[in-house]
């Protein structure tokens, strides 16, 4: 499915200026939103934002608040983006403490008309380690947000009901495909990975994939600090020994221990799969997790 108004992305700007400028609305920093837009909706992430848009389609103009390459643990909203979610009649965020500075904004304003939280939804559980945030890699969970934001949708716009459900159906159906690859993926016994940082961790699991990542050491990656020399060289071993079929690599959270990793993969002949926490510039999410899929399947089916 192909979506007929592109995600926008609100940059931070902190200025208030910015928000007499677009007293009508919020201003988009890129792309034009449709004029006839039934629902405004706003995500905390590019991810989430391209999914609304899948299901929503032209009858809505959507914002993501942070875009590629941005770190949510990290951003501060701006007036701006407080301005966005308040206008916004359906917001969507990943919770599970990945994008805590949606928590601070949400307790600023009144509550929108329709909120998702897709860390809070009832699904049959993700597939890999519960307390992974990096949910939109887990088919199951994704399919039960769509569920949530067509419903959404439909509560907020019912003349347009039936393309949403439409579009639901669609995505539901390209998710599926995703699923299917995965089990096969998962029959084939794959060999398995190290990974930088759990980013894939839900996908790994969904698809049989085992992560021999050392429990220390990705907690370390993860938390900004250093492993130690110990845990490193447990690593590089795991590598030189081809102990794993692939390295799995944040490029999101790239730093010197990470790219030595990657290094010492390269030396050592180890596949490189990289992948982000943002979704790359002119990919939707099907496509974007289709690759990453491809990848994956290509290094450790045996």
Do not use: K
């Amino acid at each position: 499915m192909s979506s007929t108004t592109p995600v926008r992305t609100l940059l931070a700007t902190g200025a208030l200026t910015a928000i007499t400028a677009t007293a009508a609305g919020c201003a988009p920093a890129t792309g034009t939103a449709p004029t006839d837009a039934a629902v405004t909706a706003v995500a905390s992430t590019g991810v989430w934002a391209e999914i609304v848009q899948q299901i929503g389609g032209a009858h809505v103009a959507v914002d993501a608040l942070i875009g590629e390459g941005t770190d949510p643990h990290e951003h501060q909203s701006s007036a701006l983006e407080v301005l966005a979610v308040r206008d916004a009649d359906l917001v969507v965020v990943n919770g599970g403490g990945y994008d805590g500075f949606m928590t601070q904004i949400l307790g600023s304003i009144d509550p929108p008309e329709v909120l998702i939280d897709v860390a809070a939804l009832e699904t049959a559980g993700p597939a890999g380690d519960p307390d992974n945030e990096h949910l939109w890699f887990d088919p199951a969970t994704v399919a039960a947000a769509a569920d949530r934001i067509a419903a959404g949708l439909t509560d907020l716009d019912p003349d347009h009901g039936a393309d949403y459900a439409d579009n639901l159906a669609e995505f539901t159906a390209g998710l599926d495909t995703l699923s299917a690859r995965l089990d096969v993926l998962a029959a084939a016994e794959p060999a398995p990975v190290l990974s930088t940082e759990p980013v894939l961790g839900h996908l790994l699991a969904a698809g049989g994939i085992p992560d021999l990542t050392p429990t220390e050491f990705g907690e370390a990656i993860e938390h900004g600090t250093d492993p130690s020399p110990a845990e490193l060289a447990q690593v590089r071993t795991m590598l030189e020994d081809r102990q794993v079929a692939a390295l799995v690599y944040n490029t999101h959270t790239q730093n010197p221990t990470t790219e030595a990793v990657r290094a010492a993969a390269q030396d050592a002949g180890v596949p490189v799969i990289e992948v982000s926490e943002s979704l790359p510039t002119g990919m939707d999410y099907l496509t974007w997790t289709s690759a990453v899929i491809d990848g994956l399947d290509e290094a450790v089916v045996r």
